[in-house]
């Protein structure tokens, strides 16, 4: 009898002359957990689409339980037990919980929808799982790690042999994360496989019973995890050995340069008279659980919410920002947590992402120079190692760390004295982390002042000099990050609640 689910072997697929996938080869067991890696760009994405009927493959055979398919959308896919919970979750958020898990396969009684068995059938099905999930809440009520379980429970609704989750934890907080991994091992136990993808190295180790790792569309690892080790799997990916995930944080910070002094918002999520001040050319970090407050911290700051009462105090100067075109004025940026949603624009290309922040320096005689324009996009897919064929290139097509990285440097065209960053490296591989911690730590030591905020403790750890952690929209402390840890950093975001 055959132990795989799913084969998949020798798939290759091209977009014009650029090959992004290269004779793939693939085993997934059933009733077990694989993991899959890989820089950004490596056709992680294109692997999972040629599955679901999104790409056509070029060369190659798919089977499931031991029958070839060849699905031609995601719905056949569904439909055959081969679900998907995408990071960037696709929902009806003014519809309910029942509407979205039954969107297109309405049950019906006499020839009207009926509610009360999707209200049946969700209660038992989210008992299963253990998730306390009403069916008639509406959807954008509901936080997005409430919503992603959602997502899950509908994968399982359809019977799915197997699961694909693409970054399922880059908005969950530690206990949610441990409750995912629950209903992922209790899945298992039922025959239940899963293809887990994720730039997480912890939670690799944790949940998988098999890494893989593509490089520049080639399958180049596959080892069962607990015969793997960390530096084997990171060169694996990046094509070189990292000594270390971060580098040294060798900044000097300088004289107070920015403070925040009784700082309260006026509307929902409120936050409550938050006071520090960050140095010229140090990076202060902003930790605390997922709903803290971090990014309405910033996007105070930024002028996006209405600061009810305080004040921003930059170089000794009193600021009021009305908006973030006034926050700019005074070389203020801020990259923001969810990219696709209020950090580009995904029918436009690079270059027009590249230079929409800073259009007046590319102007000659009053009109805009196409010249200067192709040359900003240039520098920042030079200096941010952007993986794509030209600056021509639609945003939308590339992986979304680099997508994180023309947004990155479309503000470093600004040149910005005070970097507002909010989880700059989320949804990013390891390589590509690294490149923007040494981006972070060389702006620090150029004498910007950055404040970044991560829901990573590793990271908020090894790329700070200091750490202020939020715990119910209040501050509940502010620590030096040579003299602190994990242990403490969780006790102060719990101080509140």
Known sequence: MNENVLEIKNLSK??????????????????????????NGAGKSTMMKCLF??????????????????????????????????????????????????????????????????????????ASLGLGVNPNTVMRTMSVSQRQMVEIAKAVSYNAKIIVLDEPTSSLTEPEINKL??????????????????????????????????????????????????????????????DKR??????????????????STKYEPRLEDISFTVKKGEIFGLYGLVGAGRSELLESIFGIRTIATGEIILNGRKLRFNSPRDAMTYNFALVTEERKLNGMFAKATIEFNTVITNLDSYKTAGLLSNKKMRDAANREIKRMHTKCVSADELISSLSGGNQQKVIIGKWMEREPDIFLLDEPTRGIDVG???????????MAKEGKTIIVVSSEMPEILGITNRIAVMSNHRLAGIVNTKETDQEALLRLSDKYL
């Open 14 to 39: 091209a977009f014009a002359k650029n090959k992004v996938l290269n004779g793939i080869n693939l085993n997934i067991k059933k009733g077990s957990v694989m993991g899959l890696m890989g820089e």
């Open 53 to 126: 009927g999104i790409y056509a493959r070029d060369e190659g055979q798919i089977f499931l339980d031991g029958k070839p398919v060849d699905f031609k959308n995601a719905k056949e896919a569904l439909e055959n037990g081969v679900a998907m919970v995408h990071q960037e979750l696709n929902q009806c958020l003014d519809r309910t919980v029942a509407d979205n898990m039954f969107l297109g396969r309405y049950p019906t009684k006499f020839g009207v929808i009926d509610e009360k068995r999707m209200a049946r059938e969700c209660n038992k099905l989210f």
């Open 181 to 242: 991994f629950a209903i992922v091992r209790s899945l298992k136990a039922k025959g239940v496989s899963f293809v887990y993808i994720s730039h997480k190295m912890d939670e690799i180790f944790q949940i998988c019973d098999e890494i893989s790792v593509l490089r520049d569309g080639n399958m180049v690892f596959c080892k069962p995890s607990k015969e793997t080790e960390m530096e084997e799997l990171i060169s694996a990916m990046v094509g070189r050995s990292l």
């Open 246 to 263: 971060f580098p040294d944080v060798d900044n000097t910070p300088g004289e107070d340069y920015l403070e925040i002094r009784n700082l």
């Open 432 to 442: 590509a982390k690294y490149e923007i911690y040494q981006l972070i730590i060389q």
